[in-house]
């Protein structure tokens, strides 16, 4: 079984700063992509960053810049969030893929004056 699971939402006013975390366990013998997907309400979950397992990554247009994704080992992956807008507003999701597909449970991001 394999778990994922995200840290560090919460609420920022506009031009803060938050720092996701996500961290899989478990019975994953190697990950190729740690990615972050986002989705806002009433709106489809769409890419914000990925990143291989050899340190190539990727953005949404309208996160680069601002935005920036990293891993410290092979299981753990984060997000840096500066210059944050009220339409970063959602729930953020990590994905991991490894011989499978796996989806933590989301955190909240929020911001707003």
């Known amino acids: 079984q394999v778990h994922v699971v995200e840290s560090g939402g919460g609420l920022v006013q506009p031009g803060g700063s938050l720092r996701l975390s996500c961290v899989a366990s478990g019975n994953i013998f190697r990950i190729y992509v740690m990615g972050w997907y986002r989705q806002a309400p009433g709106k489809q979950r769409e890419l914000v960053a990925s990143?291989?397992?050899?340190?190539?990554t990727n953005y949404a247009d309208a996160v680069k810049g601002r935005f920036t994704i990293s891993r410290d080992n092979a299981k753990t992956a984060y997000l840096q969030m500066n210059s944050l807008k009220p339409e970063d507003t959602a729930v953020y999701y990590c994905?991991?893929?490894?011989?499978?597909?796996?989806w933590g449970q989301g955190t909240q991001v929020t911001v707003s004056s």
């Open positions: 990143i291989t397992d050899s340190g190539m």
């Open positions: 994905n991991v893929i490894g011989s499978y597909q796996y």
